[in-house]
């Protein structure tokens, strides 16, 4: 029915009370009557609100909801008249929700009577008759009995009892009682504006954090949660006690609210009412929680049908209280920010601090210059919240600040994916990396992100009906990048260590931070969600114009996201089938990272019941596994041309900054090759190549050593030529020097020169000091100027602090026929001095080392050699069989020898 019907028919159908008489009591009879004609009103009501049409109901329940108000004080009324009657000594007032006119099917019915100081005996049996038989007609009366002094009293020492008078509204009684009680309230002295709002900001804040601070959990609090009716009540309290303007109207005519915000709080609130008045039906008592016991029935009761198996009925119902919580939640938000700079009078006479071209900072919020930037620059909306975490003193956005957001987005909201400065603005801020996590959970909270990704406006407020996600997607997506943040946070790398270590080597956070934000963002339209988010994926970061190879990674993390946590829980990760299985998909360590990270941020994003220590090592492990199959072969990375060009493209600029010239640059890379550009990164081999272009001799040796390094270790460049036992002779000066390995990477270039690139810690765990760097440098130079290359080294030294971690010896032979070389894989646990041990048993056996991968995770190492004899032969069995005891024989260690497992393959 329309709105105005449902005026009509509820004044006609409701039923009416006789005329009570003062003082005559209230027989039994009478209050069995009163009884039935409550239930009557209420079944009613029920039939009326059951017969609402789902596209109009924001009238017709706001006026089913006064029509309760009424029928409830119409009968506390008629009470009142014959228990007290009229009396000079006593006021009655309905309070709370009773108060506001807002009667729900199960509301409380709170009541205030004021009385004289010294109320006399009758008159208090009066009102002990009145409350027993409110009770009694089924009304369940809150109810406080009070003087004015001691309302003065207790509305001073607490805001809640004072929030609860502002909603008082006289029913019966005294009029010089209410008017003294209006000047009461009228009282400045009690609760001034600003410690009102102070105390007021400090009880919303704990109840957020009592319902977890998000209005997206899966069974909401309809009044009390965030982004609830509580929320939206807030802001008209701080209307009436800091304003003097108590509704949303009065609050746009102050200018504290826009007539568009108004308009899309009562729409907001009209939603949520229409809910609880449902809930309230459906449970049969004042539930205020959206429990999934109620959500399908509600869904169906309210006319939400299944669209398909990924769109159900119940879903788009959620979504749209979801939505509703969502608008109230930003508006009570930016409304209580307005509010600080209202009470805050030194911010707007505060000197703009100039913080970039377009933004300032006012009073320590942030404002833009010149006011219509957004309209004439659509890009400032992204740069704002760039500038915003470059700047962490500033403490906000001015009230002014979103009002232009929400203006612009209202003018230009539609064209921001098709602003290739928009795009390219963006594409600035995710190079922030993780910092970028928070400027994205800003743009979300303002609604700058679903109008610029169209896509993720679609899954705002998208819930799954299920146990397993606690969260709406947007929620759950915030999440996941939080969590994505957190891996580069040393705090964090207590509960993911793995991630935090992996995470700051990644060479482009903001492809993990895309993929992140692009997961689930399909979700809800049916078919799989990851192959459509890919797609999704493909078209967003061709518009931000990033590399084929870059796009081709985004896509297929966000095509594959559930793959690893799928293996890893559903499959014997123990079998070796199911592990190159697995590795087959990734193809690469590269993919592997950024794949571990998402699953573990995704994880961990949906429930904070889903990750524990159970779920970390099971991924870690098969991280580990097949970390170890692509280094021992499958690794082969997509897009190697491509990369090999990105790689040189930076490579040069670094180097043209330099001075070098395009000639020079050209004839050094001439002779690299090209695993040179995949395995280094650009900054490296700018590095490598000056140095190279800087020797009077290019073929002579040439050491290198940068002691602060990009990779949180001491960089050494070893260039030399590829003689027998360059490879030992090296690593010798480092166990001399007591420096440990981290990691190696043995290139051979195309006129034999080797180009071996080591990161060292000294004994201490701490990069090189100039001392340490100074003769290193002497100790390399002399053992490179000598022919044959010298090999001397002292015992093998055991760790103290690995002592307690062993890892199994694990040896590895394989046949590569492209290359006609040995492979040999090593896996043991790490102790000083490995390395060089290692290199002198494969000079000793006569083994030429032609190229090597040399890594250490934690106490394990993963070290992986091709090989040959010494006429350039790939290994025979029986010089396999010489070389894996000689191996077996040196890496013996006391601490290992009752423990110690030899793991030995031959693969051809």
């Given amino acids: 029915m329309s709105g105005a019907a449902a005026n009509l028919d509820l004044r006609l159908s409701l039923p009416r009370l006789p005329k009570s008489v003062p003082r005559s009591g209230v027989s039994e009879p009478a209050r069995l009557a009163l009884r039935q004609l409550l239930g009557d009103t209420d079944r009613r009501l029920a039939e009326a609100f059951a017969a609402i049409d789902r596209d109009r109901y924001d009238a017709a329940t706001a006026e089913l909801i006064r029509a309760r108000s009424r029928a409830v004080e119409g009968i506390v009324a008629h009470v009142w008249v014959a228990c007290v009657g009229e009396s000079d000594a006593l006021a009655l007032f309905a309070a709370g929700g009773f108060g506001r006119e807002e009667m729900f099917p199960y509301s409380d019915v709170d009541l205030l009577v004021l009385t004289a100081p010294?109320?006399?005996?009758?008159?208090?049996?009066?009102?002990?008759?009145?409350?027993?038989?409110?009770?009694?007609?089924?009304?369940?009366?809150?109810?406080?009995?009070?003087?004015?002094?001691?309302?003065?009293?207790?509305?001073?020492?607490?805001?809640?009892?004072?929030?609860?008078?502002?909603?008082?509204?006289?029913?019966?009684?005294?009029?010089?009682l209410a008017d003294e009680f209006a000047r009461l309230m009228g009282d400045e002295s009690i609760w001034p504006p600003a410690q009102y709002f102070a105390a007021k900001r400090s009880e919303e804040e704990q109840r957020r954090a009592k319902?977890?601070?998000?209005?997206?959990?899966?069974?909401?609090?309809?009044?009390?949660?965030?982004?609830?009716?509580?929320?939206?009540?807030l802001i008209l309290w701080f209307g009436k006690r800091l304003f003097a303007a108590p509704s949303l109207?009065?609050?746009?005519?102050?200018?504290?609210?826009?007539?568009?915000?108004?308009?899309?709080?009562?729409?907001?609130?009209?939603?949520?009412?229409?809910?609880?008045?449902?809930?309230?039906?459906?449970?049969?008592?004042?539930?205020?929680?959206?429990?999934?016991?109620?959500?399908?029935?509600?869904?169906?009761?309210?006319?939400?049908?299944?669209?398909?198996?990924?769109?159900?009925?119940?879903?788009?119902?959620m979504q749209s209280f979801f939505r509703a919580a969502i608008v109230i939640a930003r508006l009570n938000e930016q409304f209580v920010q307005r509010?600080?700079?209202?009470?805050?009078?030194d911010s707007a006479s505060a000197t703009p601090q100039r913080l970039s071209i377009d933004f300032v900072s006012l009073g320590g919020r942030l404002d833009c210059d010149p006011p219509d930037l957004f309209l004439h620059r659509p890009a400032a909306l992204i740069d704002l919240f760039r500038v915003w975490i470059e700047h962490p003193e500033v403490k906000g956005l001015r009230a002014d600040l979103v009002s232009r957001i929400n203006e612009a987005l209202a003018k230009v909201g539609r064209d921001l994916a098709f602003d290739d400065e928009v795009n390219a603005a963006f594409a600035r801020l995710l190079r922030k990396g993780a910092p970028a996590v928070e400027a994205?959970?800003?743009?979300?909270?303002?609604?700058?992100?679903?109008?610029y990704l169209p896509a993720f406006g679609r899954v705002v407020g998208r819930m799954q009906y299920d146990l397993f996600h606690v969260y709406t997607v947007d929620e759950h997506t915030m999440r996941v990048l939080r969590n994505v943040a957190r891996f580069a946070d040393a705090d964090s790398s207590r509960e993911f260590a793995l991630a935090h270590e992996l995470f700051a080597r990644l060479a482009k956070p903001e492809l993990l931070i895309l993929a992140a934000l692009f997961h689930d963002i399909a979700k809800g339209r049916g078919g799989d969600h990851s192959e459509l988010g890919e797609k999704d994926a493909r078209e967003f970061c061709a518009a931000l114009g990033l590399s084929a190879a870059d796009i081709d990674l985004v896509?297929?993390?966000?095509?594959?996201?559930?793959?690893?946590?799928?293996?890893?829980?559903?499959?014997?990760?123990?079998n070796p089938d199911v592990v190159h299985r697995f590795a087959a998909t990734v193809e690469d360590s590269e993919r592997l990272d950024y794949l571990y990270l998402l699953t573990c941020a995704d994880i961990a994003g949906t429930s904070s019941k889903l990750w524990n220590?159970?779920?970390?090592?099971?991924?870690?492990?098969?991280?580990?596994?097949?970390?170890?199959?692509?280094?021992?072969?499958?690794?082969?990375?997509?897009?190697?041309?491509?990369?090999?060009?990105?790689?040189?493209?930076?490579?040069?600029?670094?180097?043209?900054?330099?001075?070098?010239?395009?000639?020079?640059?050209?004839?050094?890379?001439?002779?690299?090759?090209?695993?040179?550009?995949?395995?280094?990164?650009?900054?490296?081999?700018?590095w490598q190549t000056a140095g190279i272009a800087s020797a009077a001799d290019t073929k002579a040796p040439l050491v290198l050593v940068d002691p602060q390094g990009p990779r949180g270790g001491s960089e050494v460049f070893v260039y030399a030529p590829d003689r027998d036992g360059l490879f030992a002779a090296v690593t010798a000066v480092f166990e001399r020097m007591r420096?440990?390995?981290?990691?190696?990477?043995?290139?051979?270039s195309k006129s034999g020169m080797g180009m071996d690139n080591f990161l060292v810690l000294d004994a201490n765990s701490r990069t090189l000091d100039a001392g340490t760097v100074e003769r290193l440098h002497a100790a390399l130079e002399q053992t490179l100027r000598q022919n044959p290359y010298p090999v001397a080294i002292g015992t093998l030294r055991p760790a103290s602090r690995l002592r307690h971690f062993h890892i199994p010896l694990r040896i590895e032979f394989r046949e590569d026929a492209q290359s006609a070389h040995t492979q040999l894989a090593l896996v043991c646990s790490d102790r000083p001095g490995l390395l060089a041990a290692v290199a002198q048993v494969l000079r000793d056996c006569k083994v030429r080392v032609h190229d090597a991968r040399i890594a250490t995770f934690g106490e394990r190492v993963e070290d992986f050699f091709q090989l040959t004899d010494e006429y350039n032969r790939m290994l025979g069995a029986e010089a396999c069989a010489t070389l894996r005891g000689a191996l077996a024989e040196r890496l013996a260690t006391p601490a290992a020898t009752n423990t110690k497992t030899v793991e030995t393959y031959v693969i051809s």
């Fill in 118 to 176: 010294a109320p006399a005996p009758a008159a208090l049996r009066a009102l002990e008759s009145f409350f027993t038989c409110l009770w009694d007609i089924g009304l369940k009366p809150g109810h406080a009995v009070r003087t004015l002094a001691e309302c003065r009293e207790l509305a001073g020492a607490d805001a809640v009892i004072y929030t609860s008078l502002l909603d008082a509204r006289q029913l019966l009684g005294s009029a010089a």
């Fill in 339 to 345: 509010c600080e700079e209202a009470l805050d009078a």
């Fill in 440 to 451: 994205l959970v800003r743009m979300n909270r303002y609604g700058v992100l679903a109008q």
């Fill in 739 to 748: 420096l440990s390995v981290l990691d190696a990477r043995i290139v051979t």
């Fill in 555 to 574: 896509a297929w993390l966000v095509r594959w996201h559930l793959h690893m946590s799928v293996t890893a829980q559903r499959q014997d990760i123990n």
């Fill in 613 to 686: 220590s159970w779920k970390d090592k099971l991924l870690a492990d098969l991280y580990t596994s097949t970390r170890y199959v692509l280094r021992s072969g499958l690794e082969r990375p997509p897009h190697a041309p491509e990369r090999v060009r990105e790689a040189q493209a930076q490579a040069y600029e670094a180097l043209a900054e330099l001075g070098l010239s395009a000639q020079s640059i050209g004839r050094i890379w001439s002779d690299f090759p090209e695993e040179t550009f995949l395995r280094f990164k650009p900054g490296l081999i700018a």
């Fill in 211 to 233: 319902f977890n601070d998000t209005a997206y959990n899966l069974e909401p609090n309809l009044k009390d949660g965030p982004g609830g009716l509580r929320a939206l009540q």
């Fill in 249 to 317: 109207a009065a609050l746009v005519g102050h200018g504290m609210l826009s007539a568009d915000e108004a308009t899309a709080a009562e729409a907001a609130r009209a939603r949520l009412q229409h809910i609880r008045y449902a809930l309230h039906l459906a449970a049969g008592r004042p539930e205020e929680r959206l429990l999934f016991d109620y959500q399908r029935l509600l869904a169906e009761r309210l006319g939400y049908t299944d669209e398909h198996a990924r769109n159900l009925g119940v879903e788009q119902f």
